[in-house]
């Protein structure tokens, strides 16, 4: 999987304990949300 692709950031997102956003799972998001929310939970 390559850095900052989307499959990566749903890779980290799922380490970190969030498989939901806002009642969607997370491999819905576009990977600019995704990079956000990241950001978020660190």
Do not use: F
Request: no cysteine.
């Amino acid at each position: 999987m390559h850095y900052g692709s989307k499959g990566w950031y749903v890779e980290k997102l799922k380490e970190a304990g969030v498989r939901q956003y806002e009642g969607r799972k997370v491999e819905k998001y576009k990977k600019h949300v995704l990079a956000n929310l990241l950001e978020k939970t660190k």
